[in-house]
């Protein structure tokens, strides 16, 4: 009998990464290891190192950093071996629900010989981006590229010129072609960015010829899938270090097409991606991702435009929140004044104003049936009579008198007040469930609430 396949899904938390092994659409093992401080590459490998056997395909959910991403689903490819495993990727294990997808995916070897899926996209534009996908090449140890997160975002228009970004992340150089606003090729070059420094702080030969050689390659690729001339494409290094200011001045000599240099001043990490995106949202993708000055300035005065937003929204919450404590306090405050007013006009044999009296014996009839032989589901009981939602902690019976603690209404936040010291009269559990729209004819109760009067 043929052993089934063995698929590793991987899926990474915010501390940990997590594995789930299926054969077929059995699940055999999981287990998660920490991240920490080291790569993600090196979490996987420990992972992997953890299977039965060699595994012969690996799922991978990159997170968009690590916080976008909140749930997986695997597209339907004949040409992947998932079988009934994209229907549960996301086990309990695994901190991704499997609806609401963000995916798509591109193809490298695995310790069995089959594919990496990269998560990397939206299932609704997955087909006109299928061949572009399959050119990703995927090294063997992966960071989590800012790229791929904003591989999909960017939609520029169709008139957008062809352009080539070349960018320095981490331990990777992502070189992404754009072409009549679609992402037409990715690839991803082992490259840290200790080497690119030095390399162009020290106009190292062999490091240009290295990367004008990755730049020719996917400008070759990309002109015979597209029939264009590359002397058009706009190309632009991007960068965070003025270092990189000589780089395209390097490498020019020995491309086909014109090169810049794109410095984006701002947090370490940060990329034209992530800016192209905000400004192709803006509606104004001309000047941002084409003009670097204007887009510098208008990066520069937006922190202080956010500030000045985030205060004006903060003054107005601590003001509203002021407002609904005195309300509440008000309220909470005259309902207790009624509450113990009526209850010294009924304990004096008075008629509650605004109220109709419940039958005689109520009190002492509801008691009489919470002591009896049903007493052990009374607070089932009370449960089903009390609105949805409607909480009881603790019932105790006292002399023709119920006391119910922890007593949470939905609705009415004014009767928190009162489920600290319980309601010591059968009278202030009814008004209660009158408040939220029932009531407790069953017990012989029927009144009106005491608010019934103001609220006319």
Known sequence: MAREDLTLGVAVGEEQVHGVWMEGATKVR???????????????????GKSPRAPDCLVLAVPFQRLLMRS?????????????F????????LP?????????????QTPGGRQLMLVAGQKKDFEPYRTALETIEVPKRVSIPLTLA?????????????ALFVYFWRSNLEILWYFHGQPRYLRLVPMPLARVVAGVTSRDPDFVAALAAELRVSGEFIRKQT???????????????RRFDDLPTLIQPDLPFPIRCRLLEGPEGLMLASGACRAVRAGDWDLNLFEPKKYKSAESAAPAARGREWMVVSLAAILILLVLATVKTLVAYTWVKNAEAESQAMSSGGANSGTVDAP??????????????????????????????????????DDAQVSIRGLAVRSMSVYEGL????????RFLQDVVRAEGSDLEQFGLAARHPFAADAE
């Open 227 to 241: 029939g264009s001339d590359l002397r058009q494409v706009s190309a632009t290094v991007v960068s965070v270090d």
């Open 150 to 162: 904003c591989f999909k975002a960017a939609d520029l228009p169709k008139d957008a010129p062809n």
């Open 96 to 108: 991704y629900p499997i609806e609401e997808a963000i995916v798509d995916y591109s193809v490298a």
């Open 86 to 93: 994209a229907e549960q990727f996301a086990a309990t294990e």
């Open 360 to 397: 005689a014996g109520a009190a002492t009839q509801l008691a009489a049936f919470l002591s009896g032989p049903d007493a052990v589901d009374v607070l089932d009981r009370l449960a089903r009579a009390l609105p949805e939602g409607t909480q009881i902690q603790d019932l105790t019976i």
């Open 72 to 84: 997986i689903e695997i597209p339907p490819a004949p040409d992947l071996p998932l079988g009934p």
């Open 30 to 48: 999981s287990e998660a290891v920490p991240l920490g401080f080291r790569s993600f590459a090196d979490a996987l490998k420990e992972l992997v």
């Open 419 to 426: 489920s600290e010291g319980g309601f010591r009269d059968i």
